[in-house]
């Protein structure tokens, strides 16, 4: 091979063919903007959304006849560890969280994007079912500071991440039994961290000296994701992110409509699984199924995540439960489209002129367990449809097995 | 139709209704009145006791759900539930909607 060759190999491996045209046409598209669905035709090319109207005239590559059925943007697949994890107990295959180090208390360092896999079969898995992308995160583990993550589009990109770094901090009650013994006791420990920004000097048993200054960035640039459900826990979350001048998102928050009106006042958004309805434990006594219209009746932005990486794919289920429960189903689909984006730094996920083509036909309401995606298009290139679920289908699903099942290969 | 999850077993009609969806995409044939037995009539015969319960039949316990609309959605919701003839649960009625020992006295004082 010569080196004209070599280079070529890098150009293909490196861009993706962006030549096809799509043109969707007579969608029910649902721009992901909270705005009421219109029936429209879209225009992709170059991997970006180029018209939005009724009635397009262009030569594509490949024209979707969506006759009516629903079209959005790619949904956000929640907070997951998507890339991180293949099987909880196979241990080598799991990179979510941090643990078994004998040095410091808190890792703000830590940062999973370093272990991130885009070919982790949960990835395609996710993908097919309508998902574009999540937010990556990482996992309490003996460590309640929990270290960093940010947006990560499910493109099959090793690096594809976008948008704000998030620090994930765990301040439920589950913190205090991991540290210090009391919630009290973690927010004395979580304070005197951040007091330790201001000093020179540098406790080393709390935080190394390249955790205070990833701390430090954090506290200017990033966004700061507190665990946390219970009502006196999240009001306490929005002292210390006032106290410290943070950019604070609630995970959890099954108590969050008790206090509503102070995390609207505090323009906290609370990403919520709109399923939770159950007294599990003591910090999510008063769970209730309409959580999500309540905050959002007070002006507090929603957002959804299942709590699940191999079932991420649950979570247009969550919204539908949100909107079986009063919340407005275009807030819902927006809070599943574009708003995640926009709270997390990431680029613009409208349906809109300009923006990036990840976008989704759906066979029926994006939202109900009766429809799910005919097709999905990422970054402006037709999906195979294929994960390894589909394929393990292919192959089972065939009376006749032949010479035997592993001779099926889809 | 089973679920493990104390979530999942809230929404088997949910469940079911993903069930029928997949296998329908697959290109099997399955009809809502062959889904709904997943959930009914298949349940009461695992148990020996579809005698008794599990389709709604003359002579059958009067063990029935009054839905909103059509249960394979996420959208629906009972409304009324009998069991054995007696309504158990009232959507609109908070007299007929019970509570666990553990939740009773919690978060006094506190509504929406």
């Known amino acids: 091979m010569n080196c004209s060759k070599y280079f070529l190999m890098a150009l293909l491996l490196s861009a993706p063919a962006y030549a096809e045209t799509i043109l969707i046409t007579d969608g029910l598209v649902h721009t992901g903007d909270g705005s009421t669905a219109e029936r429209r035709d879209i225009l992709i090319s170059d991997g970006t959304i180029q018209r939005v109207a009724a009635d397009l005239q262009a030569d594509a590559d490949t024209v979707i006849e969506a006759n009516g059925r629903p079209v959005t943007p790619a949904l956000f697949a929640g907070i997951t560890a998507s890339g991180l994890s293949e099987i909880g107990m196979v241990y080598e295959s799991v990179d979510s969280g941090l643990n078994e180090l004998y040095t410091g208390l808190m890792h703000p360092e830590f940062d999973v994007r370093d272990a991130y896999n885009p070919y982790a079969s949960v990835i395609p898995v996710t993908r097919v079912e309508g998902y574009g992308y999540s937010l990556l995160s990482a996992t309490t583990r003996d460590r309640t500071l929990a270290g960093q993550g940010s947006l990560v589009r499910f493109d099959g990109g090793f690096t594809s991440f976008e948008g704000d770094t998030v620090l994930y901090v765990n301040v439920d009650g589950d913190s205090g039994n991991k540290l210090g013994g009391s919630r009290a006791a973690h927010w004395m420990l979580l304070q005197n961290a951040f007091d330790e920004l201001a000093t020179t000097d540098a406790d080393l048993t709390l935080i190394s000296a390249a955790g205070k200054a990833t701390l430090k960035s954090a506290r200017k640039n990033s966004l700061f994701v507190f665990q946390a459900n219970r009502a006196s826990d999240l009001l306490r979350v929005i002292r210390f992110a006032q106290a410290h001048k943070l950019r604070a998102v609630i995970s959890g928050g099954q108590q969050a409509w008790m206090v509503r009106e102070a995390l609207s006042d505090a323009s906290i958004p609370v990403v919520l699984n709109a399923m939770d309805n159950l007294p599990g434990n003591f910090d999510a006594l008063g769970a209730r199924l309409d959580n999500a219209a309540l905050l959002h009746e007070a002006g507090v932005t929603v957002l959804f995540t299942s709590g699940e990486t191999h079932n991420a794919r649950k979570v247009r289920q969550v919204a539908g439960v949100a909107v079986a429960n009063g919340l407005p189903h275009a807030v819902a689909i927006k809070a599943m489209t574009s708003l995640p984006a926009a709270v997390f730094g990431g680029a613009e996920r409208g349906l809109v002129p300009g923006a990036r083509a990840d976008v989704v036909v759906w066979s029926g309401d994006p939202l109900d367990v009766n429809a799910a995606a005919d097709q999905v298009i990422i970054g402006g290139q037709l999906d195979s449809m294929q994960s390894r679920q589909t394929q393990l289908l292919q192959r089972y699903l065939p009376v006749d097995a032949g010479m035997g099942r592993a001779y099926i290969n889809p | ?112």
């Open chain 2, 1 to 112: 139709m089973h679920s493990d999850s104390e979530e999942g077993i809230q929404r088997l009609n949910q469940e079911a209704a993903k069930a029928m969806l997949r296998g329908n995409r697959a290109g099997l044939d399955i009809p809502p009145e062959r889904a709904i037995r997943w959930i009914t009539s298949n349940a009461a015969k695992s148990l020996g006791i579809d005698g008794q319960t599990g389709t709604l039949r003359p002579g059958m316990m009067a063990d029935l759900v009054l839905w909103n609309q059509d249960p394979f959605s996420v959208y629906a919701k009972p409304l009324q539930v009998y069991i054995d003839g007696a309504l158990h649960f009232d959507r609109d009625d908070p007299a007929l909607q019970p509570q666990s020992d553990f939740e009773l006295g919690q978060l006094l004082g506190v509504s929406p």
